[in-house]
């Protein structure tokens, strides 16, 4: 089982930054890849970024260039990844949530509020 934490939303102005926090606790020998999702009122979820074991890489088009996924496996009990979100629109409004994909099993956070307004 792994247990997925998210934190670090909240509100900020069009321009702003935010970063997210991600901690993935229990059997992480068997995670090989964490991400970021997002799900918009009245639209689907949406993959945002993920970064896999081996440190790769991938993000969004609509991201790209103002989103960085990152991650700290230094602590041998805890997974932490990073979203780091720079210039930040009103269309990234959104309910984020952590995604660890292990062995034949998703895991999900609850879901951190982002919210982009003037």
């Known amino acids: 089982q792994v247990q997925v934490v998210e934190s670090g939303g909240g509100l900020v102005q069009p321009g702003g930054s935010l970063r997210l926090s991600c901690a993935a606790s229990g059997s992480i020998f068997s995670i090989y890849a964490m991400g970021w999702y997002r799900r918009a009122p009245g639209k689907k979820r949406e993959l945002v970024a993920y970064?896999?074991?081996?440190?790769?890489?991938?993000?969004?088009d609509s991201v790209k260039g103002r989103f960085t996924i990152s991650r700290d496996n230094a602590n041998n009990t805890v997974n932490t990844v990073y979203l780091q979100m720079n210039s930040l629109k009103p269309e990234d409004t959104a309910v984020y949530y952590c995604n660890a994909l292990a062995t034949a099993t998703n895991y999900w956070g609850q879901g951190t509020q982002v919210t982009v307004s003037s």
């Open positions: 970064i896999t074991s081996g440190g790769n890489t991938n993000y969004a």
